[in-house]
């Protein structure tokens, strides 16, 4: 299977399908459940993923019961981009309830939503988001924040209000 669901799924463009330069921000967010032994090894990824010149930071939104809010502090100092984690002792709404927190506390152009189990692949965060950038530009309706999110097996595209990327 192609890694850029993206294709799959959205109609062929020659513009979409080249390259883009991804213009504005990012916030990636990470819904984390006793993740402590992946959300290491995912930043070290991601670190490796992310351009220098990508305007990004990290958002893990923690309902974990193990260590994985201090194993994120401390790898988070290794890494050039902001991370950061809000641990809730109360998980409202679970999985999609956190995901909802990190979006309004989000205040990027952009927003990727990716797993920490190390499913998604973090190489394909920067054009999935540039093509979702891309397509923004060339839509009818601009949205003022638009999500790219990450994860295999759901849509590559959404009607609206959001361009919805999946580069896993
Ligand atoms: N904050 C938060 N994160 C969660 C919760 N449940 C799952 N997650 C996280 O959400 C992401 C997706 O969860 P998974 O259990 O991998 O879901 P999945 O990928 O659909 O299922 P698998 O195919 O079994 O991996 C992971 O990063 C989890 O740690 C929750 O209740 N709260
Ligand atoms: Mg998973």
Redesign the pocket.
Known sequence: MSEDLWSLHAPVDAELAAPQALTGSVTLI??????AGNVGELLRRLGEALPDHLPCEVLF???STDDTPAVIEKAAADHPFPVSVLH?EV?VG??G??VVEGVKRADTDWIVVM???L?HPPHLVPNSSARASARARTSSWPPATSVAAA?PGSPGATASPSPVVRPG
């Open positions: 990470i819904p984390t459940f006793n993740e939104v923690d309902d809730r998980a679970g999985l309830g956190a797993d920490a189990d499913q994860g």
